[in-house]
């Protein structure tokens, strides 16, 4: 979906990386409750415009090139175009998820972490998981939102 939006494909390598609000990495993490400035096709147009004459703010916009979607009558590649649900779950919803649920198991129920790192780790997981079993949490890791779990990790876990 990102190529066929003209959006950057690999998210990790734009600034500005969502196609839908104007969230940056750094926002990502500290902000995640708070409201974003959503993309617009106005705002869209005029970027592309400025990367014709500047292709260094490809990075910077998130965005590459026209959609052919644009040639459709009322087609808005901002506001259309369908989201990754494994994206969206595992890099949004379960990220913020685990991060209030250790905050409160932590901090409000006083759950020891590293015990509860040893019952993850020691966890007998289906056959299908054992390739994905979750790292070590720490500390840091729930107060950033940054889980040092990949994809399947995250999913295991949850």
Known sequence: MQWLGGFLEGVGKAFKFCRTCH???????????????LRDLATHL????????????????GVKNISVLQKINDFDVCTSLLHDPMHVLVEGVCITELKNLLQYATKVKKID??????????????FIDKDDKPNSINENHILNGS???????MITLV
Do not use: V, W
């Open 46 to 61: 005029m970027q592309l415009e400025l990367i014709n004459e500047c292709p260094d703010l490809i990075k910077q916009f």
């Open 23 to 37: 969230i940056t990495h750094d926002e990502r993490g500290e902000k995640i409750n708070e409201t974003f400035i």
């Open 113 to 126: 972490l590293a015990k509860l790192n040893k019952r993850i780790l020691n966890f007998e997981y289906f």
């Open 147 to 153: 889980f040092p779990l990949s994809a399947g990790q």
